[in-house]
């Protein structure tokens, strides 16, 4: 079985190291793994089967839609809106403004469900603000690129409908479960920069001209579009009105709604979110097809439950599993995009943990969160082009400003281990309206 495994990781080695597209790494690997070790099997039947096992999935519905959600807000002015709601509120904490990057954040992710958006859309506003009142661009650059990574996170995310279609868990519940770790992450990065700041104030700016509450309040009316899009989902959904597939339709409809009322909704934008959002679902359903024959295909060649064996032949406590599965996709993740590391692992990693004595969802949420630390980490750390793009910096400088955010998220992971409530307390005890 030892030989049949390093076959198969040498194959998919070599296709993805030559360039081939992930998901059609995915079916190759599968496919000439069954044709060396079982070549009686029909693996093109296997193949046909598995694909549409998985496109026709009725949670991959949500998926599309969600996304078709943040592209029609990426061509809005939500992020301008973000920034005059929340700078009020901030400006006299101890590190001002940056803190408008990890709320505004926070507040996009709900709405939105990608990293890559929630960065784009909010650094297109604050990142100029804060470089213009001469805040610290390391901290500033760190702070967007931890706090973007919420998008993946804070529901409706999009690797969680992913993570609930591949292991079969409920994706509402996945939902809940990232809620509080999603803030809980948000008030960590926000007590670093207070921290920072406290330390050495010269990295903030002088704090604005005081404001009265009233003034404070007539600001955050620009918030009133996220925020009623963000009911929107959260009543629809929780209060059993709609399923997630429905619920991001929902959101779609709100967000038109709120495009409609800025006067954004022009024909090119919406041509534009279309397009972008077949190529992303495509994209998307393409690597969830080749997971999904991978994993078929690592269930006949036996593969999971020889590293299941293994695994349990070293006699590792839980906790040491789950440290060892962090240093694993921490690695992983210089290396592959989250997406692709939670495909390919999947299958084989899974059932050990559950195994072990996990909740699926918990370690959903652990997982993702794995993911989100990919998203900073070079040489594949998205986030990490997003915003160069944005800056011009370097990208080895863009890198060192985000890797205090994540050693953050270590941190986060080590929280979650010791209290798993954080992730299971929602799930456990909100019932769901019918």
Same mark, same amino acid.
């Given at each position: 079985?030892?030989?049949?495994?390093?076959?198969?990781?040498?194959?998919?080695?070599?296709?993805?190291?030559?360039? #081939?597209?992930?998901?059609?790494?995915?079916?190759?690997?599968?496919?000439?793994?069954?044709?060396?070790?079982?070549?009686?099997?029909?693996?093109?039947?296997?193949?046909?089967?598995?694909?549409?096992?998985?496109?026709?999935?009725?949670?991959?519905?949500?998926?599309?839609?969600?996304?078709?959600?943040?592209?029609?807000?990426?061509?809005?002015?939500?992020?301008?809106?973000?920034?005059?709601?929340?700078?009020?509120?901030?400006?006299?904490?101890?590190?001002?403004?940056?803190?408008?990057?990890?709320?505004?954040?926070?507040?996009?992710?709900?709405?939105?469900?990608?990293?890559?958006?929630?960065?784009?859309?909010?650094?297109?506003?604050?990142?100029?603000?804060?470089?213009?009142?001469?805040?610290?661009?390391?901290?500033?650059?760190?702070?967007?690129?931890?706090?973007?990574?919420?998008?993946?996170?804070?529901?409706?995310?999009?690797?969680?409908?992913?993570?609930?279609?591949?292991?079969?868990?409920?994706?509402?519940?996945?939902?809940?479960?990232?809620?509080?770790?999603?803030?809980?992450?948000?008030?960590?990065?926000?007590?670093?920069?207070?921290?920072?700041?406290?330390?050495?104030?010269?990295?903030?700016?002088?704090?604005?001209?005081?404001?009265?509450?009233?003034?404070?309040?007539?600001?955050?009316?620009?918030?009133?579009?996220?925020?009623?899009?963000?009911?929107?989902?959260?009543?629809?959904?929780?209060?059993?009105?709609?399923?997630?597939?429905?619920?991001?339709?929902?959101?779609?409809?709100?967000?038109?709604?709120?495009?409609?009322?800025?006067?954004?909704?022009?024909?090119?934008?919406?041509?534009?979110?279309?397009?972008?959002?077949?190529?992303?679902? %495509?994209?998307?359903?393409?690597?969830?097809?080749?997971?999904?024959?991978?994993?078929?295909?690592?269930?006949?060649?036996?593969?999971?439950?020889?590293?299941?064996?293994?695994?349990?032949?070293?006699?590792?406590?839980?906790? %040491?599993?789950?440290?060892?599965?962090?240093?694993?996709?921490?690695?992983?993740?210089?290396?592959?995009?989250?997406?692709?590391?939670?495909?390919?692992?999947?299958?084989?990693?899974?059932?050990?943990?559950?195994?072990?004595?996990?909740?699926?969802?918990?370690?959903?949420?652990?997982?993702?969160?794995?993911?989100?630390?990919?998203?900073?980490?070079?040489?594949?750390?998205?986030?990490?082009?997003?915003?160069?793009?944005?800056?011009?910096?370097?990208?080895?400088? #863009?890198?060192?400003?985000?890797?205090?955010?994540?050693?953050?998220?270590?941190?986060?992971?080590?929280?979650?281990?010791?209290?798993?409530?954080?992730?299971?307390?929602?799930?456990?005890?909100?019932?769901?309206?019918?």
């Amino acid at each position: 079985m030892l030989e049949v495994s390093l076959t198969i990781t040498a194959i998919l080695l070599v296709t993805l190291a030559s360039g #081939v597209w992930v998901a059609l790494s995915l079916f190759a690997t599968a496919s000439m793994g069954l044709m060396l070790f079982k070549g009686n099997l029909p693996f093109d039947k296997l193949m046909g089967q598995a694909t549409w096992n998985m496109l026709s999935s009725e949670g991959l519905i949500a998926l599309p839609l969600f996304v078709l959600m943040a592209e029609i807000l990426f061509h809005s002015r939500l992020s301008t809106s973000l920034f005059t709601g929340l700078a009020p509120w901030v400006r006299r904490f101890p590190g001002g403004l940056l803190h408008v990057n990890i709320l505004a954040c926070t507040m996009f992710a709900a709405v939105s469900g990608s990293s890559a958006a929630t960065t784009t859309t909010v650094g297109r506003m604050t990142l100029r603000e804060l470089f213009a009142q001469e805040y610290d661009r390391k901290l500033a650059i760190g702070s967007l690129a931890g706090a973007g990574t919420l998008g993946l996170l804070i529901p409706p995310s999009l690797l969680l409908i992913v993570y609930g279609v591949l292991s079969d868990t409920s994706i509402l519940k996945l939902f809940l479960a990232g809620i509080l770790p999603g803030l809980f992450l948000a008030g960590l990065y926000s007590t670093y920069i207070i921290i920072r700041c406290k330390l050495d104030p010269s990295l903030g700016a002088p704090p604005g001209p005081a404001m009265s509450f009233g003034q404070k309040l007539k600001s955050s009316l620009s918030l009133i579009p996220v925020l009623f899009l963000i009911a929107v989902i959260i009543v629809s959904m929780y209060g059993g009105y709609a399923s997630p597939s429905e619920a991001a339709a929902v959101g779609v409809m709100g967000a038109t709604i709120v495009t409609i009322f800025q006067g954004t909704l022009t024909k090119e934008n919406t041509l534009a979110a279309i397009l972008s959002t077949a190529r992303t679902f %495509s994209m998307v359903a393409l690597i969830l097809a080749g997971a999904n024959f991978l994993s078929i295909s690592f269930g006949f060649l036996g593969i999971p439950q020889w590293m299941a064996t293994e695994v349990g032949a070293l006699e590792l406590s839980p906790s %040491s599993l789950i440290i060892m599965l962090l240093l694993f996709y921490a690695v992983l993740g210089c290396f592959l995009d989250g997406l692709s590391a939670i495909v390919m692992t999947l299958p084989i990693v899974l059932p050990m943990v559950v195994d072990a004595g996990f909740d699926p969802i918990w370690f959903g949420i652990f997982l993702v969160v794995c993911t989100e630390m990919a998203q900073i980490t070079p040489p594949v750390g998205f986030n990490l082009f997003v915003i160069q793009g944005l800056t011009g910096e370097k990208i080895g400088k #863009v890198a060192l400003a985000a890797l205090p955010f994540f050693f953050l998220m270590v941190l986060f992971l080590f929280i979650l281990m010791a209290v798993p409530e954080i992730a299971l307390f929602l799930p456990q005890t909100i019932q769901f309206g019918g």
